[in-house]
């Protein structure tokens, strides 16, 4: 009896690991401000007025998320379009130092991002791009490509060589036989890249707090993490948690949606 | 030809700052009196006055003091990190119903964004806050000292151990039943069984995870800074340092962090694939024209 309920013993254990913090955080969300250091599990009375509060005010919440998304989707696009080109020639092409290439940009990606920052920053200032979405995707590129590109290489290997084959036997052109057999047959790879891209590119907080200084250029993890209260000094808490929800559960939604995928995705690098 | 955008971006982003930085660090800002005694204006070459500055100057203790916090959080974080992931590993991997839903939770602390969970973690961790009631103590965590960096040990572990615990994870599925069976007819036991099966067999796997998580937490900024807040000695990382020199427009000495902060994390990189042979960019490395058989069984399968 015992050794049948201890796996699920495990499995509540780590549920509950996992969520409870996040569930403290929709419940704080829901709570009347009055009730905001009342530490009940479940909420007095439900209430939506710290959602009220993050859109509303000059917390300009609803423009820090437009610019998040703008950032973020700009990021994913020119990561995919630049990284399918490049984990193509890597996977398929053969030539000299490609290993190499490959390892360069692999380590690129362990670098420390404020050693990045600092002449950037000085560079942007210069050309006056501060408080510029480009500003903030460029970094985001830096930081993106090296993941994606490894990840697309190996979606790319594990297509089979000889569909191309095939395609050039019958008349195609390398290009085409790139477009119309590789592309849509890597679409599942592709999209796994997309929202790993997306969700690095969201949750970026160093380079868009460093980049910008206006409020309306912020993007939503900068923004909250500088909302302030009524009274000044006191921190949001309940507008903040509100606030931190509404960034959170598209994503936790489109992470559950496409799990299988993004742990495929998480796993392909790390596994052999 | 194919590759000439990505290294373009990457030369540009990342080659040309790290170059770059490292000029910037040997440049001071500010006034001083020329030879002449005139009063110029700008920039001024000082060598490695910046460093010298950093390692023995007034500001030496500063420095120390980021490093040693730099470096006890890496140590720690990835430590407890490593047990909980294997850990979680090892429960997920039982064959019982609701894995899947297990396996969903443990992606919830990985998606929400790292300054988030700061904030959360910055709530639970308020003086009248839900970290003290459940404790039935009154710790000032986010104050200073000690708490303070449980605090960020805490959240950190907590946000990133289900990443260790999914490759971990797929590592683990890759084994093939008839290993232990074998091994339990030969009378091994369940610890046995694991220290000499599971370990040496997930190791790839494991080592990979640790080195991507080490690298990640020796560049640590937003938590720290979110849940307790830049410039407080307590939790002052070298990235936190850096920026803070940064945004007081004190760019060389910003850059002059920065690249020791690049030098100790190239360091450690180094000797661990050195030491430990973690074989990162192996799974890509294969010769393009392998059998199909083999290579299909590598990826997408193992994580279903």
């Keep these: 009896m015992t050794r049948r309920a201890l796996p699920y013993l495990g499995f509540t254990v780590v549920a509950l690991y996992c969520l409870a913090p996040f569930y403290w955080m929709v419940v704080s969300a829901f709570r009347r401000p ?38 973020a989707g700009v990021t994913t696009v020119l990561t995919l379009v630049i990284g399918t080109f490049t984990a193509y020639a890597l996977a398929r092409l053969d030539f000299r130092f490609k290993n190499a290439v490959l390892g360069i940009i692999v380590a690129t990606s362990m670098f420390p991002g404020i050693s990045q920052l600092v002449p950037l920053l000085k560079l942007f200032t210069e050309i006056t791009w501060i408080n510029t979405y480009q500003a903030m995707v460029l970094p985001s590129l830096g ?58 590119a969201w949750n970026e907080f160093l380079i868009a707090l460093s980049m910008v200084n206006k409020k309306e250029m ?50 392909a690098g790390g596994v052999k | 030809m194919l590759l000439s955008p990505t290294l373009l971006v990457l030369g540009l982003v990342i080659g040309y700052p790290v170059l770059a930085g490292f000029r910037e660090s040997l440049f001071t800002k500010g006034q001083g009196l020329d030879a002449d005694g005139f009063v110029v204006e700008g920039e001024r070459f000082v060598g490695l006055d910046n460093y010298t500055a950093i390692f023995s100057g007034e500001r030496a203790d500063a420095f120390w003091n980021a490093f040693s916090n730099t470096t006890l ?8 990190e490593t047990v909980l992931g294997v850990g979680m590993a090892l429960i997920m991997n039982q064959a019982f119903r609701g894995r899947a839903l297990v396996r969903a939770s443990i992606l919830v602390p990985w998606a929400i964004p790292t300054a988030i969970s700061g904030l959360l973690w910055r709530w639970i ?44 994870l797929a590592g683990l599925q890759m084994i093939p039943r008839e290993v232990h069976e074998a091994a339990q007819v030969d009378g091994a036991g369940p610890v046995q069984r694991f220290c000499r099966i599971t370990l040496p067999l997930v190791r790839p796997a494991l080592l990979v995870a640790v080195l991507f998580r080490m690298l990640d937490v020796l560049r640590m900024f937003d938590l720290p800074a979110v849940l307790i807040g830049v410039n407080q000695r307590s939790v002052e990382t070298l990235t936190m340092i850096s ?59 193992a994580a279903a």
């Excluded at chain 1, 490894?150 to 390398?174: H, I, K, N, S, Y």
């Excluded at chain 2, 803070?244 to 002059?256: D, H, I, K, Q, V």
């Excluded at chain 2, 694939?273 to 010769?287: N, S």
């Design chain 1, 218 to 267: 912020q993007t939503a993890t900068v923004a909250i993490s500088k909302f302030t209260g009524v009274s000044g000094f006191d921190q949001p808490f309940g507008t903040q948690m509100a606030a931190g929800v509404v960034v959170t559960v598209p994503l936790i939604v489109v992470v559950l949606v496409f799990q299988r995928r993004i742990v495929a995705g998480l796993t």
């Design chain 1, 143 to 200: 930081f993106a490509l090296p993941l994606s590109v490894w990840l697309l290489t190996t979606f790319f290997r594990q297509l089979p060589f000889e569909l191309e084959q095939a395609a050039m036997v019958d008349g195609c052109t390398r290009g085409q036989a790139f477009r119309k057999i590789i592309v849509p047959l890597a679409a599942p790879g592709v999209f796994t890249t997309a929202i790993l891209t997306f969700i690095a």
């Design chain 1, 34 to 71: 009055q009730d905001q250091f009342d530490n009940a599990p479940v909420p007095l009375q439900w209430s939506m007025e710290n959602f009220n509060a993050v859109f509303s005010g000059d917390n300009g919440f609803g423009r820090a998320l437009l610019n998040s998304i703008v950032v």
């Design chain 2, 243 to 301: 920026w803070f020199e940064a945004s007081n427009l004190r760019y060389g000495s910003a850059a002059a962090y920065a690249t020791v902060l690049f030098v100790y994390i190239a360091l450690i990189a180094y000797l661990f694939v050195k030491l430990l042979g973690a074989d990162i960019i192996g799974a890509a490395r294969q010769r393009t024209r392998r059998p199909r058989a083999v290579r299909g069984k590598r990826t997408g399968k």
């Design chain 2, 125 to 168: 961790f308020q003086a009248d806050g839900a970290a003290n009631a459940l404790l039935r103590q009154q710790i000032l965590w986010t104050a200073d000292g000690f708490p303070a960096r449980l605090a960020v040990i805490i959240a950190e572990v907590w946000k990133t151990s289900p990443f260790i615990g999914l490759l971990v």
């Design chain 2, 73 to 80: 959080f890496t140590v720690t974080t990835v430590l407890l």
